[in-house]
């Protein structure tokens, strides 16, 4: 959608996140990995996944 981080790419995202939990390693797809770090990298979601570590897991 352009230039702009849109809704579209937050849930990308995530759903991109959940792929190491079904063995599928996105350094198959070079551009992709770029994307999910590109993502990582903002600050609102550096800030996110670190109050994400925070919280203690559920047992």
């Known amino acids: 959608m352009g230039d702009d981080f849109m809704v579209a790419d937050a849930y990308l995202f995530t759903v991109l996140g959940w792929m190491p939990g079904f063995s599928i390693d996105l350094n198959r797809w070079p551009n992709t990995e770029a994307y999910t770090q590109l993502v ?12 994400e570590a925070e919280i203690p897991p559920v047992e």
Do not use: G
Not at 40 to 51: C, E, L, Q, T
């Open 40 to 51: 990582a990298n903002r600050p609102s979601v550096a800030s996110a996944h670190a109050r």
